[in-house]
């Protein structure tokens, strides 16, 4: 079974403070981790994932499988990036590639 | 085409309805994804399609609930005789093998309410 954990459920911090979104996951496989998006009054997007090791909108997230976890940060939080923040894992092993997401975490970024 | 779209955005029923509900996915997609999200939890698989073939369904998928996808382009989901307990928003969700990454691209989703 696949399990994430996302540990908090709300984050505030001030504009231009560093962030790092905890996600932590269960799977015996190889998987795929993601951070999906969703800003007020829109849709579930994708944010980042693991794989293309990039940086979006200033975030990161590194894959550690000796802790499990995959926490996304920032180092100066922009209050655009206050949102609500999900990490999923997909456990890849054939066509159906289902997520399994986190409760989520709200970030809350204050001028 | 301007994303995955669903329809209606709400519904209000009463408790023992039927509701049907409709996806339609990124035109040139060929997986189309159900998942039910709850206040304060993060969305939940409910099924999967491969173009029109139904592969996989959770255990949260009752046998109140049926998914179809007849020509492999948009999807119903149908709830029978609704209780409280299906009050949530369900979210559609498609993407195709070709993309990178196979990234799934979500609808608004559809929040129901049984009264």
């Known amino acids: 079974a696949q399990r994430v954990t996302q540990p908090e459920k709300l984050l505030s911090v001030f504009k231009g403070a560093p962030v790092e979104l905890k996600c932590n996951y269960s799977?015996?496989?190889?998987?795929?981790l993601f951070w999906y998006v969703q800003y007020s009054r829109q849709r579930l997007q994708l944010l980042l994932r693991h794989i293309s090791r990039e940086s979006i909108k200033g975030f990161t997230a590194d894959l550690n499988k000796g802790e499990t976890s995959f926490h996304l940060k920032k180092p100066f939080a922009q209050e655009e990036d206050s949102a609500m923040y999900y990490c999923?894992?997909?456990?890849?092993?054939?066509?159906?590639?289902?997520?399994?997401f986190g409760k989520g975490i709200t970030l809350s970024v204050r001028p | 085409d301007t994303g995955v779209s669903q329809d209606p955005r709400h519904k209000i029923t009463k408790r023992g309805q039927n509701v049907t509900f409709r996806c339609d996915p990124i035109?040139?997609?060929?997986?189309l994804y159900w998942y039910r999200q709850t206040l304060g939890q993060g969305p939940e698989f409910l099924t999967y399609f491969q173009n029109e073939a139904q592969l996989e369904k959770s255990r949260l998928l009752s046998d109140r609930f049926s998914a179809e996808r007849p020509k492999g382009s948009f999807s119903t989901l149908e709830i029978q005789r609704t209780e409280q307990g299906d009050s949530a928003m369900y979210l559609c969700a498609s993407s195709s093998p070709g993309h990178v990454y196979n990234e799934q691209f979500f609808g608004p989703g559809t929040r129901l309410t049984v009264l």
């Open positions: 035109s040139e997609h060929n997986r």
């Open positions: 999923a894992l997909s456990a890849n092993t054939g066509a159906n590639s289902k997520l399994t």
């Open positions: 799977y015996s496989g190889s998987p795929e």
